[in-house]
């Protein structure tokens, strides 16, 4: 038998459909908000912890890569032909190996920038949130008022303007109630101060849309730090945005039922 219409195999798949609350729905959800017992949605916090763990890999990649040479190739290709520096002595008629050193050092701090430079108005709710377990980081961050947007009984939605990640997991004061931070102006300088005084190494992995600036600077000069900055154009646009978003349920209870209001990218 012979398919006569055009086009690859069609199946009849059934799908969900979930119409989106109306406006007196968000508005009785929002009424009956409990603010005891907040807590962060389980997919959310696997999906940002995998790309803390992204960054840090990236990171460390970059570490002393500064310190790399350049050598002729003898009888060993050591660590990758290096096409710039064979190309710009094309006339020897020999082949350039990179050397780099062995990696020095580790890091235990990142910090997401997501909106640099950050308006304070834009993101009111700025707090510090410990780990449930082993393998979440301890993380402190300023974000949207997430009591704004309702998207279920017990769940509501903001979005991140910043965050720092400590991995592993170690209790620490709340960032935006330690005065030892006071003198830290802006929202991003206070996070970068934070992670410089928890840092239990020199280097801090600092993912944002732009070099560090002066300011910045001064900041690791001041603690004896070291950023390890990287774009956040090296990742794709709708990834960033699905990583600022972060969903708040007022209780524990609420993630048996959150699935069914939450809508996943």
């Known amino acids: ?17 979930r119409p989106r609350p109306d406006r007196e729905e ?21 999906r940002i912890e995998n790309f803390r763990s992204t960054v840090r890999d990236r990171a460390r ?26 190309l710009r002595r094309w006339y020897d008629g020999e082949l350039y190996v990179k050397v780099l050193p062995p990696r020095r050092g580790d890091l235990d701090a990142v910090v997401m920038l997501f909106d640099s430079p950050a308006d304070p108005r834009d993101y009111p709710w700025r707090t510090t949130w410990y780990a449930e377990h082993e393998e979440e980081s301890t993380l402190a961050f300023f974000a949207s008022d997430f009591r704004r947007e309702a998207v279920g009984p017990g769940i509501c939605l903001a979005h ?14 709340d960032i935006w109630t330690d005065e030892r931070l006071d003198r830290f102006t802006t929202l991003e300088e206070r996070l970068l101060g934070a992670a410089a005084l928890h ?7 600092v993912v944002a849309s732009g070099p560090p600036g002066a300011a910045w600077r001064r900041i690791a000069r001041r603690f004896r730090k070291t950023w390890v900055p ?3 154009s090296q990742f794709g ?3 960033v945005q699905q990583l600022r978003q972060v969903h708040v349920l007022s209780g524990k209870v609420v993630r048996s039922w959150a699935d069914k209001y939450i809508r996943r990218p």
Request: charged share 25%; hydrophobic share 35%.
């Open 1 to 17: 038998m012979i398919s006569r219409l055009p086009g690859p195999p069609q199946v009849l798949k059934r799908i969900e459909l």
């Open 26 to 46: 968000r508005e009785r959800w929002r009424r009956a908000w409990v603010p005891f017992g907040q807590c962060s949605w389980p997919p959310e916090d696997v």
């Open 61 to 86: 990649e970059l570490m002393g890569q500064d310190l790399a040479r350049t050598e002729k190739f003898t009888t060993s290709l050591m660590d990758g032909i290096d096409i710039r520096e064979t």
């Open 160 to 173: 991140y303007g910043g965050a720092l990640f400590l991995f592993p997991p170690r209790p620490i004061p």
């Open 199 to 205: 840092s239990r190494h020199r280097h801090i992995a």
């Open 230 to 232: 990287i774009s956040w």
């Open 237 to 239: 646009e709708s990834t």
